[in-house]
Each structure stands twice: as C-alpha cells, then as structure tokens.
T-cell receptor, first 113, second 112 residues
Framework: EAGVTQFPSHSVIEKGQTVTLRCDPI?????LYWYRRVMGKEIKFLLH????????ESGMPNNRFLAERTGGTYSTLKVQPAELEDSGVYFC???????????FGSGTQLSVL | QKEVEQNSGPLSVPEGAIASLNCTYS??????FFWYRQYSGKSPELIMS????GDKEDGRFTAQLNKASQYVSLLIRDSQPSDSATYLC????????????FGTGTRLTVIP
C-alpha cells in the first residue's frame, strides 16, 4: 500500500511568487491534514479535511494560504504571494477515521528567498 | 493555545541502556497522547499512543501517562543505534480528530 505522498519534496521560490504543494493521501483515507514546521519551532496544525470538506481550518496563518481537496482525493495547498516567514517544512497526513492512526508524508521543504 | 513541552536534547545514551524521554502539556482536558519518531529528512512515524493513566508497553517501548501531573513519558529499553532519531510528543486537541499539538521534539543519539 502506497503511503502519503507529497510533491514537490523541495521548492525554492522568491518572495512574492506563488507555490502550490500537493498531497496524495493513502487510498481510502477520508481525513487529510496539513501541518507545518518552521525552523526551530514545533510542527503546527494548519487544517483538516473530511473528504472534500474543510472540517477545521483554524491553524491557517492568513488568507495567503488556500487549501483545496476537490473530489475528496488529493489536496493542494497554495501560498500566494509567498513571504519569507512561510519557509519551512509542510507535512500532509491522512487517516481513515477521524481519530485513527495518522500517517504522515515526508514533507515539502519550502524556502522563500 | 495548547502547549506541549519537551527537552530538545540532544540526549545521548549508550547502546543497551534505557532512554527516557519526557513531555508535559498545558491543557488538562487533553485525552489522547502520542509519541512519534522522526528520522532525519523522513516523515514522523507513530510509535506509541496512550489514553489512560499508567503504563503501556509495546516491545522495547513503554509510554507512561500521568494526567494529574500533565506528564507523559517514553521509555526505550535496550536502546539500539537504530533508535537514534527525534522523538515528538503530541497531544490531541479534539476527540475523534487528529488535530495534534506537537512538542519541538527530543533528539536521541544511541552510542554504539
């Protein structure tokens, strides 16, 4: 069974540009989460999808971040325009049920210069 | 804002020793507690979950929870060099969901 996959693994962009991160959850997992770790800090929750619906987006930092999960399969996280403080590792995770075991992807390292 | 505190380490133990990792949390209402292991450049991997006071053992790993003291720990017996990784403590903020609050992690090195 394939795990949670994320694309790209690394992205280097300039301040003001747009970046789109993609996450493919494990097949059959209705619950999809985005997390972020900025340097020196803890991993922080961004938002939670149940199928295509946003269940909780309380962790989204501001309106420059837009997450979608069309069709309830893969998800994208777009940052537009990117700022320096957006640099960090963006993790996607999925679980079959709401409180069931959470599987993480290996993350996208985003560097905004 | 819920907080989860861990010693960042690094923690070094000799091979075969017991490694003890500690974590405290701020929200007394927290119900689910997790330990994740993360190798450098890899994804966090769940190794233990605990929900009630006391000890929970799984192979060489034992998780301990004390809700009165808001304290959760992870013991690794017979530590192996392959256990060298960052260990993340996480607390569930909401029942039935995985909106987790993480600590910054403790880096463990097992010396052969």
């Amino acid at each position: 069974e394939a795990g949670v996959t994320q694309f790209p693994s690394h992205s280097v962009i300039e301040k003001g540009q747009t970046v789109t991160l993609r996450c493919d959850p494990i097949s059959g997992h209705d619950n999809l989460y985005w997390y972020r770790r900025v340097m020196g800090k803890e991993i922080k929750f961004l938002l939670h999808f149940v199928k295509e619906s946003k269940q909780d987006e309380s962790g989204m930092p501001n309106n420059r971040f837009l997450a979608e999960r069309t069709g309830g399969t893969y998800s994208t996280l777009k940052v537009q325009p990117a700022e320096l403080e957006d640099s960090g590792v963006y993790f996607c995770a999925s679980s079959r049920g709401g409180g069931e075991k959470l599987f993480f992807g290996s993350g996208t390292q985003l560097s905004v210069l | 804002q819920k907080e989860v505190e861990q010693n960042s380490g690094p923690l070094s133990v000799p091979e075969g020793a017991i490694a003890s990792l500690n974590c405290t949390y701020s929200d007394r209402g927290s119900q689910s507690f997790f330990w994740y292991r993360q190798y450098s450049g890899k994804s966090p991997e769940l190794i233990m979950s605990i929900y009630s006071n006391g000890d929970k053992e799984d192979g060489r790993f034992t998780a301990q929870l004390n809700k009165a003291s808001q304290y959760v720990s992870l013991l690794i017996r017979d530590s192996q060099p392959s256990d060298s990784a960052t260990y993340l403590c996480a607390v569930n903020g909401y029942p039935g969901a995985n909106n987790l609050f993480f600590g910054t992690g403790t880096r463990l090195t097992v010396i052969p």
